[in-house]
């Protein structure tokens, strides 16, 4: 590794003794060669640890942390109170169904969509009855005499397009 990478390890991981086992044994491995990065560490644990370790821990008091946390509600509440509600809560409210009523729902749901594609086809086929039968009716009498002669004054107009189809 470049010293670059390990002086960016030096400052986020290895002196805060976040790195892991691996990382950690190469960093001391590079630092036990490299004098310059050696030189960075011992300047940065100078400048990042040493005014810590005679600092003592301050205890903040129950009031100080009240206040923030008062600050912090105030803030989040820039609606008024009817007009504010929590969306998560919401929806749970009106998707909450005991399991047994979800149950019962969903079949009687499938049992619906399955009747309703099953019966569907079958319903009421009087009008397609009816439509093929004049179709039919219609096909049946275009073999008739009368359809013929009617077909033959279109082949003696002698046009090209006459000729292709009679």
């Given at each position: 590794m470049d010293c670059k990478k390990?002086?960016?390890?030096?400052?986020?991981?290895?002196?805060?003794?976040?790195?892991?086992?691996?990382?950690?044994?190469?960093?001391?491995?590079?630092?036990?060669?490299?004098?310059?990065?050696?030189e960075y560490e011992k300047t940065l644990r100078r400048a990042a640890l040493e005014p810590f370790k005679k600092a003592h821990e301050i205890k903040v008091p129950d009031e100080v942390w009240a206040g923030i946390s008062e600050a912090i509600t105030k803030e989040k509440s820039y609606w008024p109170a009817w007009l504010t509600f929590d969306v998560r809560d919401f929806l749970t409210r009106i998707f909450s169904v005991p399991k047994p009523a979800f149950a019962v729902m969903t079949a009687l749901i499938g049992v619906i969509l399955v009747t309703t594609f099953v019966w569907l086809p079958f319903g009421n086929q009087e009008p397609a009855k009816n439509y093929l039968q004049d179709q039919m009716?219609?096909?049946?009498?275009?073999?008739?005499?009368?359809a013929s002669a009617y077909s033959t004054n279109y082949a003696e107009l002698d046009t090209n397009i006459e000729e292709y189809f009679f």
């Open positions: 390990i002086r960016g390890f030096l400052i986020t991981d290895y002196i805060d003794k976040e790195a892991g086992r691996g990382l950690k044994d190469e960093i001391s491995r590079h630092l036990s060669g490299c004098s310059g990065c050696r009716a219609f096909l049946v009498s275009l073999d008739t005499d009368e």
